[in-house]
């Protein structure tokens, strides 16, 4: 049964984690909704990934609640997982299969029947760039290859929810193109994405809101004009301002004297 979220795929309330005494998320309210392209962003250490982690039912959190893709994720965590694809920073592949195999087998892994996986490999494959490559092992592969192949596993399912981790960290500028332009298209098609990075200029690009968490507490959310707001920053300030000065960044010049 789905929860009542009104046009919303992610919702937290009061959502909290703690590693013995570090708070490392510290009572995050979110709302996101479905077709959203969202931006996560905060500085190394601010709680992005495990935050990602318990919307994806890998960490359970020490309180708050989370409604993903429609679903309580403390009581339907099954569902909430049939519902998402996720790209971590780190990828693991079976890197002794094929991309094709690994593609397929990893729709089957969804319920696919075999024809239907077969079919959504092919349509990936040739989205991202990879049909020359659909036969080689993927031990042989690039960076960028094997990044567009943990992404199109990720989404081979059809998922209503994308959670993306640093997609474009340590890959080439074809690769990037080509995750890009698949993002765009599925949030034209309805798909919510969830979008970690640290790439500013990808993110003004690409997110049409984003929300900016520091020490485990979101300190701004909503589009650039509204950070902008929050910030106190000035109309022609760039994200990357508006973000430094959310987190209150700060460059102590005893620290670089020995230059």
Known sequence: MTSQTDGYSIITQGL?????DL????GLDLAVREGEFFGFLGPNGAGKSTTIKMLCGLLRPNAGRMVVAGYDAATHPLEVKRNIGVLPEEIALYERLTGEEFLV??????GLPLEEARRRCEELLDLLELTEARGKLIVDYSMGMKKKTAFAAALIHR???MFLDEPFNGIDPVSVRAIRN???HLTERGTTIFFTTHVMEVVERLCTRVAVIN????VGDGNLAELR????????????DIFLKLVEARVDEETLSWL
């Open 16 to 20: 909290t984690k703690r590693f013995g």
């Open 23 to 26: 708070v490392a998320v510290d």
């Open 105 to 110: 087998f990893a729709a089957r892994m969804h």
């Open 159 to 161: 998922p209503k929810v």
């Open 182 to 184: 698949v993002l765009r």
């Open 215 to 218: 020490r485990g507490k979101i």
């Open 229 to 240: 707001a929050k910030a106190e920053a000035g109309a022609d300030s760039s994200l990357e």
